[in-house]
């Protein structure tokens, strides 16, 4: 299918005004885009300025702007899992809620997880990389809790030899350069505060500059990160063309600090790629016809050719 195809998540968030809002700024052609959603839904926050194919999918309970319930994670799962199945040129996602969708039995730390269940093969493994500009962020680590982050030389090789692939092949960046974020509090200070820079990701990327990967040992992310954001705010190039973090908050706390909402969340690693905005379903503002676009039109700007 050459159509991009857009969830507009958990019917109680901000999901589908932010969808409909997008694509009247947009003005994005029907050829070009199909909504995997419910007409009840989309009536109930909005009217969308042209007609957009929309594959429906049920939902018989009574939408309630703010509320987390089952039956509203039941079509956010449902949604995601057409969108899968219809494989289309690339998929863009608004929020849903990880709760809600646990709370109907569907038990995926996220999104993610969702996609690289329905959607990957072979030896693909779904990534998270957080863009905004020439400011890219990839995790090393997803959704996890802190005492769960554990590193390896195999996963750091690898998902940088993915990354350097995908920039190469996908973003036509040749020789793209990484800068790797230590674990540990001044990157473990040479074993003091840690050994996991010494002991794994010092040989990964030993390993990795032989093979061609253009990688930085790790470097305290505390201070990484300044010349990146500097750079954002005057309109230049990052000195890195992405920063891997480590865990999930190091990374996403100064990419969304300094881009906020323009931040976009991209699935790579699987043959199609999937955006999203960076922020969550915003239940506290849900129904209120106040929530802010900007991340879901930076969203479809990104696959939209």
């Given at each position: ?13 901000i999901g589908a ?265 915003a239940f506290d ?21």
């Amino acid at each position: 299918m050459n159509k991009i195809a857009i969830t507009t998540g958990d019917p109680n968030g901000i999901g589908a005004e932010i969808t409909i809002k997008a694509l009247n700024d947009l003005g994005v052609s029907p050829d070009d885009v199909l909504i995997i959603s419910n007409k009840k839904i989309l009536d109930f926050y909005g009217r969308l300025d042209k007609e957009y194919e929309v594959i429906e999918i049920p939902f018989e309970g009574k939408i309630e702007p703010g509320k987390v319930c089952a039956e509203c994670g039941e079509f956010s799962f449902q949604a995601l899992k057409k969108a899968c199945e219809i494989k289309p040129k690339a998929i863009v996602t608004a929020p849903t809620a990880k709760n809600a969708m646990h709370m109907a039995g569907h038990f995926y730390n996220g999104q993610t997880e969702v996609l690289e269940h329905y959607l990957s093969h072979g030896n693909q493994h779904a990534e998270m990389l957080f863009v905004a500009g020439d400011f890219r962020v990839l995790l090393l680590t997803r959704h996890c809790a802190l005492k769960d982050v554990v590193l390896t030389k195999e996963m750091i090789i690898k998902k940088a030899r993915d990354l350097k692939e995908f920039f190469e092949n996908g973003l036509n960046i040749k020789n793209p350069k990484f800068a790797l974020c230590g674990l540990n509090p001044h990157a473990g200070e040479d074993g003091i505060l840690g050994t996991e820079e010494r002991d794994i990701m010092c040989p990964a990327v030993k390993e990795l500059l032989q093979e061609g990967v253009s990688i930085t040992n790790p470097l305290p992310s505390d201070t990484l990160f300044v010349k990146a954001a500097q750079a954002y705010f005057s309109n230049q190039k990052p000195p890195y063309d992405c920063y891997i973090a480590a865990y999930h908050d190091q990374g996403l706390i100064p990419i969304k600090t300094v881009a906020g909402d323009k931040t976009v969340n991209m699935t790579i690693g699987l043959d199609i790629i999937r955006t999203s905005p960076g922020h969550g379903t915003a239940f506290d503002i849900a129904g209120k016809n106040i929530a802010n676009p900007r991340g879901m039109i930076s969203a479809i700007k990104a696959v939209i050719s």
